[in-house]
Structure formats: C-alpha cells, structure tokens
C-alpha cells in the first residue's frame, strides 16, 4: 500500500485522446490546480476560486471525473459535495506513435504554455508591490547549454529531486514554514529550433 508522500507524488498518465483533449481547457486546468493545491472543494467553493459560475465548475468536474483525474470525496450532496484529485500529477506522452494521440497531447501541450505564461505575467504586473524578499528570490531568466539528450534527460531527474523535497507540504499545510506561499516552479527546457545560438539567451534577473 503506497503511503501518504508516495500518493501525493503520485502521477495520472494520459493516453487516450479524448482524455488529453478534455484536460486542454483553461478552467479544468484551474480546478485540477485549485484541487492539488487546496484540497478537497465543491463546486461551489470552486466557482469562487475561480471566478465561474457553480454550474460551470460543477459541468466541468463531472469531465474531468468522467476521465478518470478527479472523484467524488465523503460528504455533501450535489453541487455541496467535494471533488478531490485522484493524484497530485498527470504525465503526458513524451513520445507518441499514434498520430491521435501526438494531436490531442500536442493540443494540451499548447494550451498549458499558454496556462503557464498567463500565470507567470499576473507576476510580472505585480512584481513591482510584491516585498523586496520576494522580488529577489523569484526567478526569471535562461541559459543556453550544449547537451546530448541523456544530459538533458539527467539534468531535469536531477531538478525534480530537488524540487521532490519541498512536495509533502502541497498537501499537508502543517509542513509549511511561516511565510511560505505557493510557488509555481516551471522546468522548461527544449532544444532551439530555428534561431542563432546566441540569439536572446543568457537573461537572468
């Protein structure tokens, strides 16, 4: 039986079509965030969170349920009953041979970037008011490095054993420190595809 730190490192892993394609919508993408970050919510205390309205999140959740990424948790009835996600992950194909499949996972692919950098300029218009202590250790910036493909694949194993550390607090609020706030920590890193290998990298603020 996995215990508790293992299941909240726990990843779903998408391969059929449909399930991608359900999951590249920016409000589903929200209430799996809100579930994996605040826990168990109605679909009433996710229409506040997000701004929609409850019939929205409740249709929505339903989706996601019918996918296999959220479940119903104890307690409550219809749109007062909690949703819960099934896992704190969901891994997509990194290689897809099945032409539907590379669509639907590119699809999500595309509409995640967008999720990330929408949430990363809510940042940047606010970083100016944000305390000094924040504005430092944010970070913001590239490199750009010659690497094979197993150094690359060795250097993200090796980030997210760092970042590992930090994880059992997302689920369990009585591990954080005073003054630790949520921190979307995005790992990108691809080969450059059609530019000079000089061309805008090396920005660190």
Request: aromatic fraction near 6%.
């Amino acid at each position: 039986m996995a215990s508790e730190s293992e299941r909240h490192r726990a990843a779903t892993r998408l391969t059929d079509p449909k399930a991608l394609r359900a999951l590249a919508h920016p409000v589903r993408l929200a209430l799996m965030g809100l579930l994996r970050t605040e826990g168990p919510l109605t679909a009433t205390r996710a229409a506040e969170l997000t701004g929609e309205s409850s019939g929205s999140t409740s249709f929505h959740l339903r989706q996601l349920a019918k996918y296999g990424l959220v479940e119903e948790a104890a307690g409550g009835q219809g749109r007062e009953r909690p949703w819960r996600s099934v896992e704190m992950f969901t891994d997509l194909p990194k290689v897809a041979r099945d032409p539907k499949v590379a669509a639907a996972s590119g699809l999500l692919s595309s509409v995640l970037a967008d999720y990330y950098f929408e949430d990363l300029s809510r940042w940047l218009a606010v970083r100016d008011d944000e305390p000094e202590d924040w504005q430092r250790a944010a970070h913001f910036g590239d490199s750009l490095v010659y690497l094979t493909a197993g150094e690359l694949d060795g250097l993200r194993g090796r980030i997210h054993e760092l970042v590992d550390a930090y994880l059992d607090r997302t689920a369990d609020p009585e591990l954080r420190p005073p003054g630790a706030r949520l921190v979307s920590f995005l790992h990108i890193a691809h080969p450059r595809i059609g530019a000079g290998p000089g061309t805008s990298g090396g920005h660190r603020e």
